[in-house]
């Protein structure tokens, strides 16, 4: 059983490039979630899904992007990378969104410089 | 607005010693309140959470919390401190946040040392 799985695991971007954070369940969760998590900041929801084809922002979504069309993916998108997006992106899952725990992944490691 | 509040980013404490983390929750209506622990360079692991069924909640690798709604805490405890304890522990609160949605949000974390 994988859990949530994230790729890359490690990645270097140059400033205005752009790039995919790949994240996949085999859970069958309804529900997943995109963080960051910067240095003694804790983590930040950027965007989270409900279902397929369903997305909404969180708290910090400028200059990311997300689309969820299967219950299993949900890419993450930086469209013009900038050295702010230099973080530790998590990825995580749950059945639903109330008492039910999340699941993450290991996350990705990006430096954008 | 909900949030949470972790005191104290480090804490050291000695191998065989208690453990206590605070976490303090600011919230209207009772929560579901959870604690997460993180090994360095992997995800967020699910210790244990309160959801209204006991306010003494025990957890994986002997921790507990104990839910205080008149302190609005939920701080995380455990008996005698192991090395393999040191990681970072984050606390966590879920609300509904309109529109038949919850988010959960989390504290800045406490990074916890055992000395030997």
């Known amino acids: 059983n994988a859990g949530v799985t994230q790729t890359p695991k490690f990645r270097i971007l140059k400033i205005g490039q752009s790039m995919t954070l790949q994240c996949a369940q085999d859970?069958?969760?309804?529900?997943m979630y995109w963080y960051r998590q910067d240095p003694g900041m804790g983590l930040k929801l950027i965007y989270y899904s409900v279902g397929a084809g369903i997305t909404d922002k969180g708290e910090v979504p400028n200059g990311y992007n997300v689309s969820r069309s299967t219950t299993e993916d949900f890419p993450l998108r930086l469209e013009l990378a900038a050295p702010s997006q230099t973080s530790v992106y998590f990825c995580?899952?749950?059945?639903?969104?109330?008492?039910?725990?999340?699941?993450f992944g290991d996350g990705t490691r990006l430096s954008i410089l | 607005a909900q949030s949470v509040t972790q005191l104290g980013s480090h804490v050291s404490v000695s191998e065989g010693a208690l453990v206590l983390l605070r976490c303090n929750y600011s919230?209207?209506?009772?929560?579901?309140l959870f604690w997460y622990v993180q090994y360095p360079n992997q995800g967020l692991q699910l210790l244990l959470k309160y959801t209204s069924a006991a306010t003494l909640v025990k957890g994986i690798n002997g921790f507990e919390a104990e839910f205080k709604k008149s302190e609005t805490s939920f701080h995380l405890t455990k008996p005698s401190a192991h090395m393999s304890d040191a990681a970072e522990y984050f606390c966590?609160?879920?609300?509904?946040?309109?529109?038949?949605?919850?988010?959960?949000?989390f504290g800045k974390g406490t990074k916890l040392s055992v000395i030997p």
């Open positions: 995580a899952s749950s059945y639903t969104g109330t008492d039910q725990p999340q699941h």
């Open positions: 919230s209207s209506v009772p929560p579901y």
């Open positions: 859970m069958n969760h309804n529900y």
């Open positions: 966590a609160v879920s609300l509904y946040s309109g529109a038949g949605s919850y988010q959960l949000t």
